[in-house]
């Protein structure tokens, strides 16, 4: 096992039921890479069909990757796996953490970490290397994830991580959250924690993670990658013209500018004009908080801060003494989606008060601090939009009894006062009534409250799908591309290997030159909301971007940076590299492996998936049974025709016709979308062909 | 005057130095102490410098009322080009040459915002002003307004868009990309 390198070599299993540990071996999985590619593994092998999310026969799998704890950069993320109770079938599904948690993973001799069965009353996990135990958690139950966090903390050696539920976990809320380093949280399988009477994960490592390569070839690709890496989400043009720039985009994330800082900390920090090819000033270039929160937050702006071993820092630290008005907290740290949905619960506004745009901030510095520790997850903001839509429909005034319908502050709610959100997350995490019923999730409160079609089918509540999850860079992205990565996973996807190219901010006449030497041809994107019909090599560009995103989730990799499918650098043309991932891998493991080579191995993970949904849905039609676009996406704009440019409405023919392409490019069958046996056993998967042989569910 | 080395070298770091502090070298700041060129030589001999090896870098762009060097190293042709047409203080052709370019390469409408940061630097009222008087002068018919239903302002130019299109655009911009972070 000395000789491994890449992967920590030895998996972590722990069954609760009767408090046992076992190491296992890692490269028995070495063909599913890490993370995610595990977690599909473990779960096909041993996880019954028709196991629900909360049953003691599901498991929970921790994963790093290979890449994990390397050095190589961007590689902070944590990779969860498990049923999906918001799910209707309780499909698996993936959550992800950024932070430092992975990486302790790795360091304490571990590549994943298996949590099976139940415990007889709460624990926490304590690891230490390769000392493991499990610890009384009852003095910590019903407590939020802050406190856990400290107290576990406090119980482990410096340096320690920490991944906690909180009370909405604990409660086996549908929409719960496992959060490490206080901020990084991963949505959904909160719950499964909770079901499983584990309240948290305390972990320190001290062991190097050996990498086969000459560390100065390693060294070479890393300043490779530190040359064509841009800000947060792989922007590569700043939001202002800037000197150094030939091009910029007012949504880019690479937001630095000289005179915007990090006005709270002491002194400012000015973030500057940060050239591309100054390597000191990468971190600065995500002045994130001004892009969440406006040009208010600049002034509240204590620091950015982000992930092990990633230069960019996109998640932001606030000090905000006016949070301890609600009992919180002056300092809150997040990013993107964990500040604007709770921003979107607030259905009538936010409060006038302060400086332009200091409500909208408050409410999301308040809603952030309040689910980060009660942990309740948003469904990707879709919390916020169905209750908008159970209360503007009346269905709220229908379901609620009169008295906890009396109850909720909809004075609070009017004023755009924040305080409202105290109120709402409390009554979510602790099943509070009626109401609480928004915390299972889209699918299951539209069916326990009768969600009319108008629900389903009008845009303005961005439902995708019907089983339940929101659109997530979709049709406006790409246009047959998004669209055909939404319908794919099992919750919203997660994928931004397509967003980040066309949110780069570069011309389209660039963009299209960059896609077309990576897939085959410029055909495979369209200029935004101007979009053609469906071409073979969209479905390529769609395949490409869920297995690359499949292969950063096992790796582990950001893919809210990776690819580097571009970069900021002129005199490249703007061209990235997408051959990293293969040289980092290769040189991490000693394995000689071509892009090509690592892009089958993503086939291999997103293809397992897709059979581990066959098998928990019990059905092969996944074209009419999983696929399924809600009817918005056909009848938005009215008054136009697909391919119009200005709409992003899609045409229905055309949309079967990008299923048949991806399908065939997946090598699925073209009717059903479903694994072929042939396909499953080119990618090595024939136990798995042979177990839904076994069930009937391969398709003809 | 010293020989053509010194000389070159003189003017060469002068105009690096000035792109670094994010300007433009006029030709007659070449005139002065202590390069001293003489009015009549100026562009003659920038013309020269920019085709002598190691002064490649070294770019003029023609403004109306000058001529501005600048060294690419340092900044992007692009930049350079807005900054000549603030020197030039032709406001009309500088929002409207932005706006087209936007409406031609990414495609996008443009947020008025933009001109209220650097390099443009307008006060907002001088930029209401200004934009009201372009949009009925000749020369600048294609500039057109769009609206998100935030009621924030866009630009476009019907030279390279449709009133639909740009308005879908700018309600991505403005509104439905802050939907979907």
């Not at chain 1, 977690?39 to 028709?50: F, L, T």
């Not at chain 1, 889209?442 to 995708?464: E, L, Q």
Request: glycine share 10%; net charge negative.
């Amino acid at each position: 096992m000395s000789n491994i390198t890449g992967w920590a070599g030895k998996i972590l299993r722990v069954n609760l039921t009767d408090g046992t540990f076992k190491a296992e071996d890692t490269l028995k999985y070495k063909d599913f890479v890490g993370g995610m590619g595990i977690g599909y593994k473990v779960m096909w092998d041993e996880v019954p069909a028709g196991t629900k999310a909360f049953d003691p026969e599901n498991k929970i799998i921790f994963g790093a990757g290979p890449l994990t704890g390397t050095g190589a950069v961007c590689a902070g993320r944590t990779n969860i796996t498990s049923l999906l109770a918001s799910n209707p079938y309780n499909a698996v599904s993936d959550s992800h953490m950024g932070g430092h948690f992975s990486a302790e993973m790795k360091y304490a001799g571990w590549d994943a970490i298996i949590i099976e069965g139940k415990s007889p009353k709460p624990v926490w996990l304590k690891i230490e290397n390769d000392k493991v135990s499990l610890e009384d958690a009852r003095y910590l139950w019903g407590k939020g994830i802050f406190l856990t966090t400290a107290f576990v903390a406090g119980k482990m050696p410096k340096g320690a991580q920490v991944a906690a539920i909180g009370q909405a976990g604990e409660n086996m809320v549908n929409l719960s959250v496992i959060m490490n380093n206080g901020s990084h949280s991963a949505g959904g399988h909160g719950g499964v924690m909770g079901s499983k009477n584990i309240k948290a994960i305390g972990i320190r490592g001290t062991l190097p993670v050996h990498i086969a390569a000459d560390r100065r070839d390693w060294l070479e690709v890393d300043k490779e990658m530190m040359a064509v890496i841009g800000a947060n989400n792989n922007h590569v043009v700043p939001s202002t013209p800037q000197p150094w720039a030939e091009y910029n985009a007012a949504r880019s994330r690479w937001t630095a500018t000289d005179g915007l800082t990090w006005g709270a900390a002491n002194p400012p920090v000015n973030t500057g004009t940060c050239d591309p090819h100054d390597l000191n000033s990468v971190g600065l270039r995500t002045q994130k908080a001004v892009f969440d929160h406006g040009a208010v937050a600049e002034q509240y702006t204590v620091r950015m801060g982000g992930c092990h071993a990633c230069p960019i820092r996109c998640h932001s630290t606030l000090h905000i003494p006016k949070l301890e008005k609600y009992g919180l907290s002056p300092n809150v740290s997040n990013t993107c989606v964990g500040y604007s949905s709770p921003g979107g619960i607030m259905i009538q506004g936010h409060s006038k008060e302060g400086e332009e745009g200091e409500g909208t901030m408050m409410s999301k510095a308040v809603g952030a601090q309040l689910a980060d520790d009660y942990g309740v997850w948003c469904n990707y903001s879709q919390i916020g939009r169905d209750f908008k839509y159970a209360h503007e429909s009346g269905i709220l005034k229908k379901v609620l009894p009169q008295e906890e319908y009396d109850s909720i502050p909809w004075d609070l709610l009017e004023k755009g006062d924040p305080e409202f959100l105290v109120d709402f997350y409390r009554r979510i995490t602790f099943k509070e009534g009626e109401l609480s019923r928004l915390g299972e999730g889209a699918y299951w409160v539209a069916k326990a409250w009768n969600f009319g079609d108008d629900y389903w089918n009008s845009s303005s509540y961005n439902m995708w799908s019907k089983l339940g999850f929101p659109k997530h860079h979709s049709n406006e992205t790409a246009a047959q591309v998004g669209s055909l990565i939404n319908s794919m996973f099992n919750r919203d996807a997660q994928c931004h290997t397509h967003v980040n190219l066309t949110g780069s901010g570069l011309p389209i006449e660039i963009q299209k030159a960059v896609i077309g030497e990576v897939i085959g041809s410029p055909d495979a994107l369209d200029a935004p909301n101007s979009y053609t019909p469906m071409n073979e090599y969209k479905a390529k560009f769609a395949k490409w971007s869920i297995i690359r995103n499949c292969l950063h989730d096992s790796l582990t990799l950001c893919n809210w940076m990776w690819p580097m499918t571009v970069s900021p650098l002129k005199e490249r043309n703007y061209r990235g590299n997408t051959s990293l991932e293969s040289q980092y891998f290769s040189m991490a493991t000693g394995i000689p492996t071509t892009e090509a080579e690592l892009d089958l191995m993503g086939e291999r993970i997103f293809t397992l998936h897709r059979a581990l949904t066959v098998k928990q849905m019990g059905t092969v039609d996944m074209r009419n049974e999983h696929d399924p676009i809600c009817e918005w996406v056909y009848t938005i704009n009215p008054d136009m025709q697909p391919f119009t440019p200005g709409t992003q409405k899609m045409d229905r023919e055309d949309m079967q016709l990008a299923f048949t392409m991806f399908y065939k490019e997946m090598g699925w069958d073209e009717k059903t979308g479903a694994p072929t046996k042939a396909t499953l056993i080119r990618l090595g998967l024939r136990d798995v062909a042979a177990e839904l042989e076994k069930l009937g569910l391969l398709p003809n | 005057m010293g020989d053509h080395k010194d000389i070159n070298l003189l003017i060469g770091e002068a105009i690096r130095l000035n792109t670094i502090n994010i300007k433009l070298t006029k030709a007659e700041d070449l005139t002065m102490e202590p390069i001293s060129l003489k009015a009549d030589e100026v562009t003659n001999k920038l013309e020269e410098l920019t085709k002598i090896e190691g002064y490649e870098d070294i770019k003029l762009l023609k403004g109306k009322k000058t001529l501005y060097c600048y060294s690419e190293k340092h900044m992007t042709g692009s930049y350079a080009k807005l900054l000549v047409g603030v020197e030039d203080g032709d406001l009309f052709a500088l929002i409207a040459d932005t706006i087209r370019n936007d409406s031609k390469i990414y495609p996008r409408t443009t947020d008025i915002k933009l001109f209220t940061k650097s390099p443009y630097n307008f006060k907002e009222k001088e930029l209401m002003d200004i934009l009201g008087q372009l949009m009925k002068s000749e020369g600048y018919e294609d500039i057109k307004e769009s609206r998100a239903s935030n009621n924030a302002l866009y630009l476009y130019s019907e030279l390279h868009l449709s009133k639909a299109y740009a308005d879908s655009l700018t309600e991505w911009i403005e509104v439905t990309s802050l939907e979907c972070p």
